[in-house]
Nanobody, 124 residues
Framework: QVQLVESGGGSVQAGGSLRLSCVAS????????MGWFRQAPGKEREGVAA????????YYADSVKGRFTISQDNAKNTLYLQMNSLKPEDSAQYYC?????????????????WGQGTQVNVSS
């Protein structure tokens, strides 16, 4: 089981930037699907971005393409989400998740480990 701890959330104005971090510990396979999800009040959890660590392939939701970048630092067992040009609709609780390398990146129910979340608020 992998333990995940997110940080980096906060409050910013529209157009601003934030970088979320997710530190992984525990039994870490060399090949995982690591994802970022978000959930706003009254809405379903949605996939934002994912990285397949074994091959480095990345995926993004259409709503964040060109603005968000997912990356990893293997030496630090850390996953990042750089968020630029933030919009008020990006406001949500953001979660880091880990799953097997064969899962669909945007299927939340296929991930096996979740962090506690970090809040992002973007004001207009």
């Amino acid at each position: 089981q992998v333990q995940l701890v997110e940080s980096g959330g906060g409050s910013v104005q529209a157009g601003g930037s934030l970088r979320l971090s997710c530190v992984a510990s525990g039994y870490i396979y060399s090949s995982y699907c690591m994802g970022w999800f978000r959930q706003a009040p009254g809405k379903e959890r949605e996939g934002v971005a994912a990285l397949y660590t074994g091959v480095g392939t990345t995926y993004y939701a259409d709503s964040v393409k060109g603005r968000f970048t997912i990356s990893q630092d293997n030496a630090k067992n850390t996953l990042y989400l750089q968020m630029n040009s933030l919009k008020p609709e990006d406001s949500a609780q953001y979660y880091c998740a880990a799953g097997g390398r064969w899962i669909r990146w945007d299927h939340a129910n296929q991930y096996t480990s979740w962090g506690q979340g970090t809040q992002v608020n973007v004001s207009s």
